[in-house]
């Protein structure tokens, strides 16, 4: 009796300590089983973290970072003005006396002069013909001039032509072509009659008189 009086006696003091230790027994139980048991199914699984991916900034368009790109061979739609070049006047001219600004002697007139022009000296008779396409402005006889046609070519250029035989073959206002017969050299510049049959040439660019060799293919002749 006294035993039993002695353990009831402890169990009472210490009730709160045995209760405590039964419990830490017990979660120790409960987690040593639920790791056997984790074991026995292939282990305690660890789930890999995600991966977070960096975004990349939009790369910028070319344009956006260079301005406009010009392509390496541009179509230049610019329409090509092909460069004016007179044919001749006369074809069988026998030789010519060329443009000066300075003083020259003229015989017929006894005195220096500049010569604005180009003289093509052929027989009388000989054929005339337009350097270039154009349209007749004028056709014009004078005393000291002779007979004298006067080609508008557009763009300011002009063609004038002096000394020819008569004005029948053309008239104001006709479309001429480059190589159309507009008359016949003669002596009818009583300036320079004393030279002989020749055609009196002048080129004229927007208003001012100027050599013919600019425009003129001699190579041609």
């Known amino acids: 009796m006294k035993k039993q009086n002695k353990v009831l006696t402890f169990m009472r003091?210490?009730?709160?300590?045995?209760?405590?230790?039964?419990?830490?027994?017990a979660v120790g139980l409960s987690v040593t089983?639920?790791?056997?048991?984790?074991?026995?199914?292939?282990?305690?699984?660890?789930?890999n973290p995600p991966v977070i991916e960096t975004p990349v900034?939009?790369?910028?368009?070319?344009?956006?970072?260079?301005?406009?790109i010009t392509p390496d061979?541009?179509?230049?739609?610019?329409?090509?003005?092909?460069?004016?070049?007179?044919i001749m006047p006369v074809a069988n001219s026998t030789s010519?006396?060329?443009?000066?600004?300075?003083?020259?002697?003229c015989s017929t007139l006894s005195r220096y002069q500049a010569h604005l022009a180009i003289d093509f000296f052929a027989n009388e008779g000989e054929d005339v013909f337009a350097v270039y396409d154009g349209k007749i402005e004028s056709v014009e006889s004078t005393l000291l001039h002779g007979i004298t046609v006067t080609i508008d070519h557009g763009n300011g250029l002009k063609t004038v032509y002096n000394s020819l035989a008569d004005g029948d073959e053309v008239f104001v206002?006709?479309?001429?072509?480059?190589?159309?017969?507009?008359?016949?050299?003669?002596?009818?510049?009583r300036q320079?009659?004393?030279?002989?049959?020749?055609?009196?040439?002048?080129?004229?660019?927007?208003g001012n008189t100027i050599d013919p060799v600019k425009y003129l293919a001699f190579e041609e002749k």
């Open 13 to 25: 003091k210490n009730a709160i300590y045995l209760i405590l230790t039964a419990c830490i027994l």
């Open 33 to 47: 089983l639920m790791l056997i048991n984790q074991n026995s199914q292939g282990g305690v699984k660890v789930e």
């Open 57 to 68: 900034p939009d790369q910028p368009d070319d344009e956006q970072n260079q301005g406009t």
């Open 73 to 86: 061979n541009p179509e230049d739609t610019t329409p090509v003005q092909k460069p004016i070049t007179f």
């Open 96 to 105: 010519v006396a060329g443009y000066s600004e300075t003083m020259v002697w």
């Open 173 to 189: 206002g006709q479309t001429v072509a480059q190589g159309e017969k507009i008359g016949e050299v003669s002596v009818s510049n």
């Open 192 to 206: 320079e009659y004393k030279d002989g049959a020749h055609l009196h040439f002048e080129v004229i660019e927007n």
